[in-house]
């Protein structure tokens, strides 16, 4: 069977996986020459998400490469990804509280989530807002160009299809155990793979029929596996202010305290967990309707796509 430009189908493939692979590292690049002495919100999130398209090329690998090979690459972009997470962290959270006042039922509690977003984005404002690259991260994407042109042999169709079919089987996992333990930490993991399984089949095809359906409902369930995570970041952060665990900035140290003379902070902590109540229902209907085939069936279909039959 041939494939692109006359190749065979197993080199097509790679093939578009490596140029986009080396598309995403070049990009990377790009960010961080053009962010000079610092990179801005936008540029942060940018970059971040080229990590994890990165490191789900290198997951999907997995099947036919050793982990010396693998590895070290995907876990330097990890260590990119989280020299970027400080800044995230904050912004997310005020995303995340602007949210919950937009859904919320009464005046009072969308005050309650506005006041705190408000007084959270003061925070962020008067801090450092910059995140400066730095030499190493501009030294990871240079490699991941380099290791990417110089992997071989190539990989097979049937290599690519089973690093996707690892990917579903593991969020398959995951979130099934999250289903019947409510674990948290389950879900989050889920998500990666979520991701992963997401990501790696913008790599490897053309998306059209029931594939672009697939993947438009793990890009759905993303979302939502990404805003339960932030809820759980923003409660846990709440639960740590009230108890002490960790003192607030100056500029929130006032807001803190109003809201704990006035009994708002367990209101807030409420009104996060009640959202995330909400928002697990959504949740594991998505992960079931999107889960129940078996991996091996689902290899079976994906492997005859890619290879063309």
């Not at 080199?11 to 962010?35: K, N």
């Not at 990890?78 to 959270?93: C, I, K, P, T």
């Not at 006032?254 to 995330?276: K, M, N, W």
């Amino acid at each position: 069977m041939q494939g692109l430009a006359g190749k065979p189908a197993d080199d097509a493939v790679w093939l578009r996986v490596e140029a986009a692979g080396i598309e995403l590292a070049e990009a990377g690049q790009r960010l961080l020459a053009a962010g000079g002495t610092g990179l801005n919100g936008r540029d942060v999130h940018a970059l971040r998400v080229i990590c994890k398209r990165l490191r789900a090329l290198w997951r999907m690998l997995e099947a036919d490469f050793t982990a010396d090979v693998t590895r070290p690459p995907e876990r330097a972009l990890r260590d990119v990804a989280r020299m970027l997470a400080g800044q995230r962290e904050a912004s997310v959270r005020i995303k995340t509280l602007a949210r919950l006042a937009r859904k919320a039922d009464s005046p009072r509690k969308q005050a309650l989530a506005g006041r705190f977003g408000v007084a959270l984005a003061s925070v962020l404002e008067t801090s450092a807002t910059l995140c400066t690259p730095e030499p190493q991260m501009r030294a990871v994407f240079a490699d991941q160009i380099q290791r990417l042109r110089a992997l071989g042999p190539p990989p097979t169709t049937m290599t690519l299809a089973a690093g996707i079919t690892d990917s579903m089987r593991r969020a398959r996992k995951s979130g099934r155990r999250a289903l019947a333990s409510g674990d948290v930490e389950r879900w989050h993991r889920c998500r990666k793979w979520v991701k992963y399984e997401h990501y790696q089949l913008e790599l490897c095809m053309d998306l059209r029929g029931r594939w672009e359906r697939r993947h438009d409902r793990l890009q759905r369930l993303g979302v939502l596996l990404g805003r339960y995570n932030d809820l759980e970041d923003l409660a846990c952060y709440l639960d740590r202010l009230s108890a002490g665990f960790e003192l607030p900035p100056t500029t929130l140290a006032a807001t803190c305290e109003d809201l704990r003379r006035s009994g708002d902070d367990r209101r807030l902590q409420r009104l996060v967990a009640r959202e995330q109540r909400k928002l697990g229902k959504r949740i594991r209907r998505r992960h079931r309707r999107l889960y129940g085939e078996r991996p091996r069936r689902f290899a079976v279909r994906l492997e005859k796509r890619l290879s063309g039959r």
